[in-house]
């Protein structure tokens, strides 16, 4: 999820767990410990492209990771803040809550988050929610924002924040139950036009639960289109993207192109642009500019020199603008 959205879910674990004792100490530890895992995007500007994409959500989204900072951290506020009420082990249960909250709602989104490393490289991602849910993150925001104003004696203040998470909690389950409704639709509607596939991936368009991308693969290439959960018509529109995997040549032999394909899950594809540079184009990611078809939120350049395969990488861009909001919300409503 964006940084935003483990913030307030941070704070909010805070204040359930810990607020009552320590007040807004709790929301603002909570909330800072929920960010540790994604500070390795303070590396990833000193790594290459390609080895950048493993490194976030690898190590430090690790099990491995949570189970070394969460006794050192918990230990470590124990004696900052040295109250009796508050023992040890409570301090790694206000520890823990939100560092792991943080890695398992990452293992739904489609990026992937390597939860085993440093013992396995598979990264888990379940593709039911969006990096940016609005629905998730709104909720929780007007918490932690109303919260600073009221006294920390105040049981209201622990009410507010266990009917934020409970609906965040519901809302998360029903994206993983919508997921497979959707899922089951888009078989449907293929077999229904007759499309053959070999696999299907379903993910959410940012901002909601409730507009879908659909990449089904054959042998040359990809049907993709967009499901509705409002619109229960069975007029998908597909258009059909070609891999063009040819057009690698002797690139796809390369250990960066192995990767990036490893990190796409398959799912991508090709394009010789006007002057003639090689791109790859992960399949996965969709931003909300979707009548768009030539727009990709994660594309690489590949570049022969000297034998080895050089690698750039567009800035990602999910074309969350007015416009695209506007549209968006107009094909939910």
Known sequence: MDSLTHIVLGAAIGEVTLGKKIGNKAILGGALISTIPDLDVLITPFLNPVDALFFHRGISHSLFAAAFLIPIIGYALSKIEKRQSVDLKTWIWFTSLPLLSHILIDCFNTYGTGIFEPFSNIRISYDSMAIIDVIFLLPLLAFTIWVFFIPFQKKIRRTVAWISLSFVTLYFLFTILNKQTITNRAKEQLQLLGISYNRILTTPVPLSNFIWAVVAENESGYSIGYINNFDKSNGTKLRYLPRNAELLG????????????????????????????????????????????????????????????????????????????????????
Do not use: C
């Not at 990767?259 to 540079?277: H, P, W």
């Not at 034998?307 to 603008?321: D, F, K, L, Q």
């Open 250 to 333: 002797n690139l796809k032999d390369s250990q960066e192109v192995k990767n990036l394909i490893r990190f796409s899950k398959g799912f991508y594809n090709v394009e010789r642009d006007s002057i003639g540079n090689i791109w790859m184009h992960d399949l996965r990611y969709v931003g909300l500019a979707i009548e768009d078809e030539g727009s990709y939120v994660f594309s690489f350049g590949l570049l022969e020199k000297r034998g080895e395969v050089e690698v750039t990488r567009s800035h990602p861009n999910r074309r969350i603008n007015f416009v695209t909001i506007k549209e968006y919300f107009e094909k939910i409503f």
